[in-house]
């Protein structure tokens, strides 16, 4: 129901500058409507949370809410679409001790799927953000990080071609 009244509220917001054929006014420092389309965040890579005591979160995380803990200290959740059938991709759930956090000093570390990381690590830039210097390829895809408003790290993961 909020989903859909605040769509709701957006959508009659914006409805006036779309009739009258303008487009919305960029905000100083953000993309606006002029800057050309970069698909940003396509969706969830992973959720990381810090623990006092990781192996006995995760136990807890495993013996009450059924996560399929593994030995790496975390889970895959497997994707799948309207239908419930598998599509290509996953979600990594892990708790850990937190020391990739830094220098946020927040209790979690949430991974977001992204279209072209160095495009966006660009943009990102240029529109005023802490992107962190850092980068990283492997296997598993290329990573790259930024520091919210908050001081929150946020991981954001281009996987594999393919994947």
């Not at 420092?29 to 050309?36: E, F, L, R, V």
């Not at 290509?88 to 949430?110: I, Q």
């Not at 962190?132 to 991981?155: H, I, R």
Request: with cysteine.
């Amino acid at each position: 129901m909020r989903k859909q009244f605040t769509a709701g509220v957006l959508i009659l917001s914006l409805s006036p500058l779309w009739a009258s054929g303008q487009t919305p006014p960029a905000t100083p420092g953000k993309p606006g409507p002029q800057a050309p389309a970069l698909k940003r965040v396509t969706g969830i890579g992973g959720v990381f949370i810090k623990a006092r005591d990781p192996q006995a979160l995760r136990a807890w995380y495993r013996d009450h809410l059924g996560i399929d803990v593994q030995v790496w200290g975390g889970a895959a959740f497997h994707w799948a679409d309207a239908e419930g059938k598998p599509t290509p991709g996953s979600t990594a759930w892990m708790v850990g001790d937190g020391s990739n956090f830094a220098p946020s000093e927040a209790p979690f570390m949430v991974n977001y799927r992204v279209a072209d990381l160095d495009a966006l690590l660009a943009a990102l830039r240029a529109e005023g953000c802490t992107v962190l210097e850092k980068t990283e390829a492997s296997d598993y895809g290329k990573f790259g990080w930024v520091m919210d408003p908050e001081g929150n790290k946020v991981e954001l993961w281009e996987p594999p071609a393919g994947s």
